[in-house]
T-cell receptor, first 111, second 115 residues
Framework: RKEVEQDPGPFNVPEGATVAFNCTYSNSASQSFFWYRQDCRKEPKLLMSVYSSGNEDGRFTAQLNRASQYISLLIRDSKLSDSATYLCVVNGGGGGFKTIFGAGTRLFVKA | GAGVSQTPSNKVTEKGKYVELRCDPISGHTALYWYRQSLGQGPEFLIYFQGTGAADDSGLPNDRFFAVRPEGSVSTLKIQRTERGDSAVYLC?????????????FGPGTRLTVL
């Protein structure tokens, strides 16, 4: 089993749609959680951190469920510019600082 | 200010050769990470430095891979006896401190092709 698993995608949605990505992780001792965005042939960039209380940044909402070891990302009112790969990231646990990325979920937003 | 830089941007080498990949982190960032990314996959953790020391090298695939950060700033990833399976984009990232909550800033990567 992979340490971080994501929906394989791709997701093809029209502009204005709401889309949700899911992620699960295997190490219950993991300490911090993130969503990164990666455009084609570019480096990953932080989209947002994820907290148990849930957090929102404009059209983006992230949620962490530690009991289920589950992370989600919701994008509302999708824009063409949201088209990218979204990477679920889990950090720490077991005394180390190893950062584990999921394989990513590709999103295509179409006009 | 300047972001993370990596050189070279592209490297083509022959099987069996030795290569060095360089990373210049953001000034003042004490934590530095190396990853490699294959097509269609997320970045795969290789090694993490806190200052000059490798705090976690559990991701290095075998003893052909080695990384140094002698002065706590620039880091070099060294690959000996390269194999075709080493072909990937090698990404470097830095963060301000070692805390696991800190954002990692990535460089543009070095695309390594082993023929």
């Amino acid at each position: 089993r992979k340490e971080v698993e994501q929906d394989p995608g791709p997701f093809n949605v029209p502009e204005g749609a709401t889309v949700a990505f899911n992620c699960t992780y295997s190490n219950s001792a993991s300490q911090s959680f993130f969503w990164y965005r990666q455009d084609c042939r570019k480096e990953p960039k932080l989209l947002m951190s994820v907290y148990s209380s849930g957090n929102e940044d404009g059209r983006f909402t992230a949620q962490l469920n530690r009991a289920s070891q589950y992370i989600s990302l919701l994008i509302r009112d999708s824009k063409l510019s949201d088209s990218a790969t979204y990477l679920c990231v889990v950090n720490g646990g077991g005394g180390g600082f190893k950062t584990i990325f999921g394989a990513g979920t590709r999103l295509f937003v179409k006009a | 200010g300047a972001g993370v830089s990596q050189t070279p941007s592209n490297k083509v080498t022959e099987k069996g050769k030795y290569v060095e990949l360089r990373c210049d982190p953001i000034s003042g960032h004490t934590a530095l990470y190396w990853y490699r990314q294959s097509l269609g996959q997320g970045p795969e953790f290789l090694i993490y430095f806190q200052g000059t020391g490798a705090a976690d090298d559990s991701g290095l695939p075998n003893d052909r891979f080695f990384a140094v950060r002698p002065e706590g700033s620039v880091s070099t990833l060294k690959i000996q006896r390269t194999e075709r399976g080493d072909s990937a984009v090698y990404l470097c990232a830095s963060s301000l401190t070692s805390g696991s909550n800190n954002e990692q800033f990535f460089g543009p990567g070095t695309r390594l092709t082993v023929l």
